[in-house]
């Protein structure tokens, strides 16, 4: 069966990776129920209110269906995405996933109008490149064990915080790379792993 990589289309800025995955021609569907999910084979978790999307998971029956899809497929959070991979977050409002062992802390680099753009380096992209990390009511960090890598790190404005974290197949990340249109996450997760479906051979 062809697989997709599926975009959890419960509330936010999913169609922006929808964008990205075929702008690197590979198969995407949204995902709204776990019928769905098992049809792909990997899935991102988008930005948006993680407060929304914690209680839309429940209400959908998507909650235990990721976790156990989580045990052995691929799972990007971005932003509201990242606070629903956490195991813990600062807001009891949200019941996260618990797909990674680090704390999220809700809206960490402040609100709408504190959002901003700061080039970052990542650890697998080539020596000298930058990428330009967008930052809207983004999650920090906090308790980040050391079965978790830190790809990059925010240092602007004498910061030093981890933006993006790996463990096995799963990435989080608190900032925004699909609006950007640069592609160079996005393909660096799919690398990953290799079961994905191009664009080409979908029927
Ligand atoms: N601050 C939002 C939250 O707590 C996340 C913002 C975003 O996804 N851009 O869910």
């Not at 899935?43 to 209110?49: A, D, F, K, Q, S």
């Not at 998971?57 to 799972?75: C, G, M, R, T, W």
Request: proline content about 4%; hydrophobic content about 40%.
């Amino acid at each position: 069966m062809n697989k997709a990589v599926g975009v959890l289309a419960l509330q936010g800025a999913y169609q922006k990776h929808i964008d990205i995955l075929g702008a690197l021609n590979i198969a995407a569907q949204t995902v709204r129920t776990s019928h769905e999910l098992a049809s792909c084979c990997a899935l991102i978790i988008p930005g948006g209110e993680s407060t929304t999307i914690s209680l839309l998971i429940q209400k959908n029956s998507l909650y235990d269906p990721i976790k156990i899809f989580a045990e052995n497929h691929p799972v990007m959070g971005v932003c509201a995405g990242m606070i629903m991979m956490a195991t813990e977050v600062d807001d009891d409002r949200v019941t996260p996933l618990g797909l990674m062992p680090f704390k999220a802390l809700r809206n960490h680099y402040g609100a709408q109008v504190h959002s901003f753009t700061t080039d970052i380096t990542m650890d697998f992209d080539s020596k000298g490149q930058t990428f330009p990390a967008i930052f809207i009511r983004a999650p920090g960090v906090d308790k980040v064990s050391s079965e978790v890598q830190v790809l990059a790190r925010n240092v602007n404005k004498n910061r030093n915080e981890a933006v993006i974290l790996k463990k096995g197949q799963h990435m989080a990340l608190s900032f925004h790379p699909e609006l950007t249109g640069d592609t160079r996450i996005h393909n660096y997760w799919l690398n990953n792993f290799k079961q994905v479906t191009p664009h080409a051979s979908i029927k």
